[in-house]
């Protein structure tokens, strides 16, 4: 059986952020990921959502069957309010229990940022993001959850960020994997993404870190920690750009064990207000966290930090040496910018940019030699400081992809939230390695996918025994079809084939029996019994695996339903009359076959 998957990025289709997938599997739409680009603040921001609706008015509920979200970063979830309050959208809303917890503190943060800071009209409202997240319902890593009688999804570790899932999507025999963002190897704070071996029709995943296969975690740690001292003691202020959750508990960690073995003096500060919400969910969800910080967690919580204080906007100022912790991570807006913009004309100090940083934003345009940057007040800004890049994103690199395809073992593969000329290498690269199709589709572009499946049916013993007892009359060839004889039930939603008359029976039918009848004339003299004496040898010898039996009055039968008659005046030819049911229509068939054919008859047809 051939059918079709359908996929149409809105988003991160050979761009990283706005993440918004349409995904058409099984005649249902769903759309993966729903979030809004930190490089733009015109209509590009968001997913085109006219794209779904074919009318001005109408509502996209009447297009989609669900919504999955993989996690809480802002460029998978940040169109969620505006899509379904502004938009339109009452359908379900699915994602993990930590990122139904944080997504709606870090919407209202951006919000904040957004409105309150710059003063943005027609945006979304605190109140639309409590109504958006009425919708939502939380779903369990590896439970399978029924969106209807044919749509079921499945959420799987992906690593990256706390409560961050990849999805495993089934409608019948279809299936599609969706990735989210993920990584391959565990780190200090969070377990390794892992999913079985489901080898779907299609995986589609993220390839932000297409070309990179990182260097060791140790050497890069050393490095960190070795910069950050550096430039401290000299008297520097280092800027870490984060986000919220993630990385920067991965990056406080490490320091604050470092500030200890060293005894070093110098404050640490984080964002205020965010470590207390960040320590608050990764106690409510510990289950979520790597091995050592279950194991360690009920004699000492690692995210009670010692030398890392809560950050007031009135310490940019201060003089002296220290380090700050400050959101967001790509120095696009909020007080990671603010501090970046006072500290930027001195050479002492230092910005380390830790992650992904995104076209437009003022983090991926000082990664690429920028050392003047214009501001909103047409102000040119001289970056002094030092500007460092040390990849601890949480992304899986080339190496950790090719190690998800091995593990799930897709039918295609598909990439997303990527820069196109990095997808081009690791396309040639999936494709020679294991030899199946690989898209890199731009945003509004379709792909589609056909997929053939073998439909299951069950046949009950029965039936089968009754098939194999035809076995010595024709034996099975793999190469070709066999006729079945049965009724194909449908029970639940799985087929089977079972006997015509219980089938009848079920539906409280009558039974009726249709017979079919031939007959061959042969040149046989002598007496009638004589040929068909003469035809039951025959027969028997032919079909030993059948109950045949030769009657007083001449006749044969095979099985109950077949018979044979033989009739004619003696010295004369004969008329071989051969009966059979529907049921048994290869045994006549072959019966006919055998009449006409076998030498030791004298035929005239």
Known sequence: MTSEIKITPLGAGQDVGRSCILLTIGGKNLMLDCGMHMGYNDERRFPDFS????????????????????HFHLDHCGALPYMSEMVGYDGPIYMTHPTKAICPILLEDYRKITVERKGEENFFTSEMIKNCMKKVVAVNLHETKQVDEELEIKPYYAGHVLGAAMFHIKVGQQSVVYTGDYNMTPDRHLGAAWIDKCRPDLLITESTYATTI??????????FLKKVHDCVEKGGKVLIPVFALGRAQELCILLESYWDR???????????GLTEKANHYYKLFITWTSQKIKKTFVQRNMFEFKHIKPFDRAYIDNPGPMVVFATPGMLHAGLSLQIFKRWAPNDHNMVIMPGYCVAGTVGHKILNGA???E???KQILDVKLSVQYMSFSAHADAKG???LISQCEPRNVMLVHGEAAKMDFLKNKIQQEFGIDCYKPANGETVTIETIHNIQVDIPLPLLKREASKTGLLPPDVKRPRVLHGALVMRGNRLQIIDPSQALKEMGVDEHHLRFTSTIAIEEDGPTNKAAEKIYQLVKRKMKDFPIHYSSDGSISISDSVLIQVSGDDDEAKS?????????EDIGSFLLQLLREDPSLVQAV
């Open 262 to 272: 060293m005894n070093i003096k110098v404050p640490i500060y984080f964002s205020l």
């Open 51 to 70: 794209y779904i609706t074919n009318e001005e008015n109408e509502r996209l509920t009447e297009h989609l069957d669900c919504v999955i979200i993989s």
């Open 576 to 584: 071989v009359l051969v009966s059979w049911s529907h049921q048994d």
């Open 371 to 373: 050392r003047k940057l």
């Open 214 to 223: 990182r260097d060791s975690k140790r050497c890069r740690e050393r490095d």
């Open 375 to 377: 501001l909103e007040n």
């Open 401 to 403: 992809i090719m190690q």
